[in-house]
């Protein structure tokens, strides 16, 4: 049995909880909502789509090599959820690695996107590097004396040739349109633009989490004051309720000491 990971939303009146459990090499993932479970599935992959037939809506998880659940998301639908595009996030359990991590992205914004463009740039730069070493390497030149085996030729029947009928189609006179020609890019833009595009597109990622945590934290504090309004509206309701009905205060009959 592994670490397991408990994500909690509640969106439109329900409660959609979403468990991860860390196994060796896979990961299984059980969503319920309101107490009752919606699905379950076990896999390796590292983006999991949670899409039960009959469910209203679909769970996105994006998972890590090592460490915790990056995000899991409710979705309205399977294709969105296939698309990554939308829907709301799903919060980590309070004190977990999950929330500490989301925490110190929504403390430190810029570092994280750093980072994941520098771990994007070596990704990228060191396998390139280690080629060009290894280049550099004198390796001896091997002279294996492979052996001269005649295999034998196989007799394969002749078969008939298929008549296929010829059949000429209209030409279509396609309008002769002179395009320029565009300029050729220099050569040394193509490894440049091998090396900048993933770490471009680790960037936007990185900024794209980085968006939606902040988003994550203002709709959890704007709740939290929504929820604060409610109780104390409701106790201000029970205290001017206490002050309309304070108990019986009429006075009480005079006995006549008279006999």
């Known amino acids: 049995m592994g670490d397991i990971e408990r994500w909690h939303l509640v969106e439109g009146g329900h409660e959609h909880v979403v468990t991860v459990e860390q196994h060796a090499f896979t990961r299984e993932v059980a969503w319920t909502r309101d107490g009752t479970e919606v699905g379950r599935t076990k896999t390796s992959d590292d983006t999991i789509v949670l899409a039960p037939t009959g469910a209203d809506g679909a769970v996105r998880l994006r998972c890590a090599i090592v460490g915790p659940t990056r995000r899991v998301t409710l979705h309205d639908?399977?294709?969105?959820?296939?698309?990554g595009l939308g829907g709301t996030d799903l919060e980590p359990a309070a004190g977990s690695r999950a929330a500490r991590r989301a925490e110190w992205i929504g403390a430190h914004p810029h570092l994280h996107t750093a980072r994941q463009t520098a771990i994007a740039a070596a990704g990228v730069g060191v396998p390139v590097l280690l080629v060009w070493l290894l280049s550099l390497v004198p390796w001896p030149s091997l002279d294996i004396p492979w052996p001269d085996i005649s295999l034998p030729s196989i007799p394969w029947p002749d078969l008939p040739s298929i008549p296929w009928p010829d059949i000429t189609l209209p030409s279509i006179p396609w309008p002769d349109i002179?395009?320029?020609?565009?300029?050729?890019?220099?050569?040394?833009t193509e490894p440049v633009r091998q090396v900048l595009v993933p770490v471009l597109i680790a960037f936007f990622l990185a900024r794209g989490e980085v968006k939606r945590r902040r988003r994550a934290e203002e709709k959890a504090r704007a709740e939290a004051r929504e929820k604060a309004a409610e109780e104390s509206a409701e106790e201000a309701r029970e205290e001017s309720?206490?002050?309309?009905?304070?108990?019986?205060?009429?006075?009480s009959a005079v006995t006549d000491p008279r006999p």
Do not use: Q
């Not at 639908?77 to 698309?83: K, S």
């Open 77 to 83: 639908g399977e294709a969105e959820a296939h698309t």
């Open 178 to 188: 002179d395009l320029p020609s565009l300029p050729s890019l220099p050569a040394w």
């Open 241 to 251: 309720l206490d002050l309309e009905s304070p108990g019986d205060s009429r006075p």
